[in-house]
């Protein structure tokens, strides 16, 4: 069964750091582009970040440029989010989404694990 | 970047068909045939059910179906059911300095 399974979410204050992970399974991990889409309480679904599959690309949304790191390591089928200067606006359900195709990239998720959540408040 | 535009809301009876419109500009859904898109039930996470703008990923149903004209994509549900009544946004490629951009959401409604 094709499954991502994200973990590492929690309460931290403002300033603080939090790293997510997201564990593949069921499909060769290393020849998909991952992503990294939130959802705050409420609101609609945002992009985050993106990375392709040998990391080499990586994108990022201009709300976490600088703040948020992407990486992955394909060894351990599992994709990872590093963020720093956490803000309150970053409160948000974070789901870890696969790529519908490797290569062309299609710009589709269709893989999504059941989130994390990040809760950035004093 | 700016989230592309979708409709607040849409309801239709069971059995009627409904569209729900989402509109960029030539940087994403206009220049490109990259559009997605995705339903979401409360609580649950997003389900790819289009993706190329037309493509319908394995397993979803054939009443779901995509188009484009221009700069605004569509998602027509046809022979409505109970069970399509969620949220449903689109998303598409942007040649701008991110690389996905997601509409705003729409509320689907089956009266």
């Known amino acids: 069964e094709v499954q991502l399974v994200e973990s590492g979410g929690g309460l931290v204050k403002p300033g603080g750091s939090l790293r997510l992970s997201c564990a593949a399974s069921g499909f060769t991990f290393s020849s998909y582009s991952m992503n990294w889409v939130r959802q705050a309480p409420g609101k609609g679904l945002e992009w985050v970040s993106s990375i392709n599959s040998n990391s080499r690309y990586i994108y990022y949304a201009d709300s976490v440029k600088g703040r948020f790191t992407i990486s992955r390591d394909n060894a351990k089928n599992s994709l990872y989010l590093q963020m720093n200067t956490l803000r309150a606006v970053d409160t948000a359900v974070y789901y870890c989404a696969k790529e519908v195709t490797a290569n062309p990239r299609r710009y589709g998720m269709d893989v999504w694990g059941q989130g994390t959540t990040v809760t950035v408040s004093s | 970047q700016s989230a592309l535009t979708q409709p607040a809301s849409v309801s239709g009876s069971p059995g009627q068909s409904i569209t729900i419109s989402c509109t960029g500009t030539s940087s994403d859904v206009g220049g490109y045939n990259f559009v997605s898109w995705y339903q979401q039930h409360p609580g649950k996470a997003p389900k790819l059910i289009i993706y190329?703008?037309?493509n319908r990923p394995s397993g979803v149903s054939n009443r779901f179906s995509g188009s484009k004209s221009g700069d605004t994509a569509s998602l027509t549900i046809s022979g409505l059911q109970a069970e399509d009544e969620a949220d449903y946004y689109c998303s598409s490629y942007t040649s701008t300095t991110t690389l996905v951009v997601f509409g705003e959401g729409t509320k689907l409604t089956v009266l």
């Open positions: 190329e703008g037309t």
